[in-house]
């Protein structure tokens, strides 16, 4: 199918520029003075970071769209954008650690924008989970939009909590991690590594949909949606 | 808009009779309570760390397992007798369901709590008399936070085949930012400080209580409906 | 500010691999998955 082969070849054009994210990066990117060159981390994990949160923000906006619309569409996109959002997710936590140990010191601190992707993680699991778990396809999807929506409502809420718990509880930071601007060629890898970041969603999230698509029986509705 | 209330009356009047004469959720949940109780007394290390600073996470984390149990039987009863769909039937607004089932599942967190507080002022030597009126207006704002998404929550996975490994699952993420409100003011309480050192926390439980109880009663006939 | 710049090539490293190896295993799975049976 078409959305699938074009899904296709965009995320093997993304991964050739993400290649090239990592050699513009690594090889020709200044190195931070006061971080060394475990801030050059910062290029993959904050895209990646603001993904997993946008991707949030569209399972939830297609959910409240669902439930007005009913149209299927939306659902697909949202089980696809949860699926992909969590992937995005699972790079921060990962490279949020790795960052943090020679920055702060120590593997895990509650850092408030490390907490909040936990959460996101967690959301998504949850949403993930309850689609897996219910058999009739009509339920499953008002059940995810119901579930996509709640998501999307406790995200300022988990910000507010989090950030308020941090402040009250400082941890000793050694180095602060992001400056506040960023010189020239720094900004510049870091808008094509969002980009390319960008690239990358669009592209699964379309093989995501197309999957979707794939696996519902063929009687539903007939005619084509794509 | 009173038929509404009058209908959401009748249906929390319903859960609560057939509740009370048979007693054994309610008691379950209270025995649980109790038990919890007992496991953080002796998980801790009694020669570390005094009860009293330990006292208000004590306090939340027993009434958040607490509630988390009272809520996996709220849709049991009518799952196991095919009841939903006499209910959904009646000419009763699917409004009225979700309120009344909400007012049901309040008075027997409620219950559970009132009964685990004195316990726990009991085991822990925390004086709670003095700070009783806040205290007990702190417990009620986070509550209507815990059950409101829970009853929401409940009605979907009631139907799946883990519903009590599910509902935790979905629902601690959306306990979690009452949690920390709410541990924040009790732990200000318990110490003798003002509660507006707690940084809005309690007007943060008040917005998310509003939000979350609107939302959750647009929602609910999203997961009855067919 | 410190005087040298402090020597964590090693952390940026692993970070990269990383993240490339969870981008790339996503892509396989979903190319796998959408495989015709």
New interface residues.
């Given amino acids: 199918m078409k959305l699938l082969r074009a899904g296709r070849w965009i995320t093997a054009v993304g991964f050739v520029l993400l290649a090239g994210v990592y050699l513009r990066a690594l090889a020709f990117t200044p190195v931070e003075r006061s971080q060394g060159l475990a801030q050059k981390i910062f290029y993959l994990h904050v895209p990646a970071a603001i993904w997993a949160e946008t991707a949030m923000v569209l399972v939830g906006l297609a959910s409240v769209f669902y439930l007005f619309l009913k149209d299927p569409r939306l659902d697909r996109f949202a089980e696809a954008s949860a699926e992909v959002g969590t992937v995005f997710a699972a790079i921060v936590l990962t490279t949020g650690p790795i960052w943090g140990k020679p920055i702060w010191g120590t593997w895990w601190s509650w850092d408030a924008r490390l907490t909040f992707t936990l959460f996101l993680f967690l959301l998504y699991a949850g949403y993930l989970l309850l689609r897996g778990a219910v058999a009739d396809p009509g339920a499953r999807r008002r059940y995810a939009a119901v579930l996509g929506i709640c998501g999307m409502c406790l995200v300022p809420f988990i910000h507010f909590s989090v950030y308020l718990f941090r402040t009250l509880h400082p941890m000793p930071i050694v180095l602060k991690p992001s400056a506040p601007s960023l010189p020239g060629s720094m900004l510049a890898t870091w808008l094509f590594s969002l980009s390319v970041f960008t690239l990358l969603y669009v592209a699964f999230v379309m093989q995501r949909y197309a999957l979707g698509l794939l696996r519902e029986p063929p009687a539903e509705g007939g005619g084509l949606h794509a | 808009m009173s038929d509404t209330l009058r209908h959401a009356w009748i249906i929390a009047r319903k859960d609560l009779l057939v509740e009370f004469r048979s007693r054994t959720a309610i008691l379950s949940v209270a025995v649980f309570t109790v038990l919890v109780l007992l496991v953080f007394n002796f998980g801790r290390d009694p020669t570390a760390v005094a009860a009293v600073d330990l006292a208000p996470s004590i306090l939340w984390v027993t009434f958040t397992f607490a509630a988390m149990l009272t809520l996996n039987r709220a849709f049991q009863l009518e799952l196991e007798n095919q009841a939903l769909e006499g209910l959904l039937l009646a000419p009763v607004g699917r409004s009225s369901l979700y309120l009344g089932k909400l007012l049901a599942n309040l008075i027997f967190v409620a219950v559970v709590e009132a009964v685990g507080l004195p316990l726990f002022a009991l085991f822990f030597n925390v004086s709670l008399l003095p700070v009783l009126a806040p205290l007990a207006g702190i417990i009620a704002l986070a509550t209507v936070g815990f059950v409101a998404v829970g009853t929401l929550f409940s009605a979907m996975t009631a139907r799946t085949r883990f519903a009590e490994l599910l509902l935790p699952v979905l629902l601690l993420p959306f306990m979690i930012p009452p949690l920390i409100w709410a541990v924040l003011a009790t732990a200000a309480l318990l110490a003798g400080r003002p509660l507006s050192e707690t940084g809005g926390g309690l007007r943060l439980l008040g917005a998310y209580d509003i939000v979350f109880v609107t939302l959750a009663f647009f929602l609910f006939p999203a997961t009855v409906d067919e | ?2 005087d040298a ?5 090693g ?2 490293v ?3 691999i ?3 190896v ?3 295993a ?2 396989v799975t ?2 796998r ?2 495989l ?1 049976p």
Avoid: E
């Avoid at chain 3, 710049?5 to 090539?9: C, D, F, G, L, R």
């Fill in positions: 500010m410190p710049v402090p020597q964590n090539a952390f940026m692993a970070a990269y990383t993240t490339a969870i981008l790339v996503y892509a979903l190319y998955r959408t015709k």
